[in-house]
């Protein structure tokens, strides 16, 4: 059976610890999200794409399906904004999700994310800005078959379906994820909730439905494995809802959604 975590940050001395844990609960898939909370130039952002698409060729060396998703972390652009100034930082935060398109087009990567806006209280200039990025991600990716991965604050179905109106006003109907999300399952406007892999997420999930993931947040720190939810969290909460009685046959429908959603069929 596929298990799939939609959600998981390595760096290249942390992959073998996570693919032991991993695979070692049965997991088989995963969705691998770059780390670029140190890049502050058009070249830093370059260089961490190409490693991370090159983990995800190492990824699937050792045996794991990935799906790899790129694209420049939303609080990159206070940082930058407070070093280089806005027009700089708008400037290069544009040109590095034009190049996560790009290779994603190319077939370098599957998904641009995980972009969007700060999780945490912020000046209402800076939520501006980055309503205004969000709408520019939209756009570029309104008539191309792009997966969008957003990081915003916690949001309750209101804030789910103010989202997607956001991204329909922009061009972009379907394929929207929001990572780290409440576990809202109905009443979303058909935003894919990416929810943590914690046991009462996964009991309340809609099993036999496609349309959610289930995700760790794997922070790629073998020193702190347990930071957000551990490695294997997400084979595990396989294992528990079938000795509690959920059908296989249920579990692999809704698993299975990431190949149609992330076009690898």
Known sequence: MKIFDNHVHLTSSSLDFFVKRFTKEGGTSINLVNLTESCFSLDEFSKKYDETISLGKRLRDKGLEVVVSIGPYPVNYIEMKEKIGIEKTMDIYRKALDLAIKLIEEGSANAIGEVGRPHFETSVENMEESNSIMDYIFQMTADKDIPVILHTESLDSIGMCELMKKAKRNGKNSLVV??????????????????????????????????????????????NPNFVLPADSVPKRVTMLIQEGVGQDRIEVSMNFYREFYRLD
Request: aromatic letters at 14%; charged letters at 20%.
């Open 178 to 223: 929001k990572h780290f999300s409440s576990p809202i399952f109905s009443e979303n406007c058909e935003i894919v909730p990416s929810v943590p892999a914690g046991r009462s997420n996964a009991r309340a999930a809609p099993w036999g439905k496609a349309g959610f993931f289930l995700e760790t947040d794997f922070a790629g720190d073998e020193n």
